[in-house]
């Protein structure tokens, strides 16, 4: 059997070093789409919950413009946005009540 000479084993050497590289190159793309995947559905399911927050803020803010109009008046009719905050909020509430 013939001894393995210097260059041989400097060879084996690169090629296991290219082999490792290769490996450790896959596994870090994989994981990099994998992340990328979980990032999307984050977002997918968190801009419907934005959504959601943003009208229940505008109907609030609408009943409590109501009720504002309504202490320093004393009419009536500054009631209709707190009525219809207070509608639109029922009808937010019923429709993201999944999210």
């Given at each position: 059997m013939k001894p393995f000479s210097r260059s041989r084993i400097s060879i084996s050497y690169v090629i296991a070093i290219i082999a490792l590289l290769a490996l450790v190159s896959t596994s870090s793309y994989i994981?990099?789409?994998?992340?990328?995947r979980e990032n999307n559905a984050i977002v997918n399911d968190a801009i419907p919950i934005a959504a959601a927050i943003n009208n229940l803020l505008t109907d609030l803010l609408n009943q409590e413009t109501?009720?504002?109009?309504?202490?320093?008046t004393a009419d009536e009719q500054y009631l209709d946005p707190f009525t219809s905050g207070k509608d639109q909020l029922q009808n937010d509430l019923y429709h993201h009540k999944n999210l």
């Open positions: 994981a990099s789409r994998n992340m990328e109501g009720i504002r109009g309504y202490l320093l």
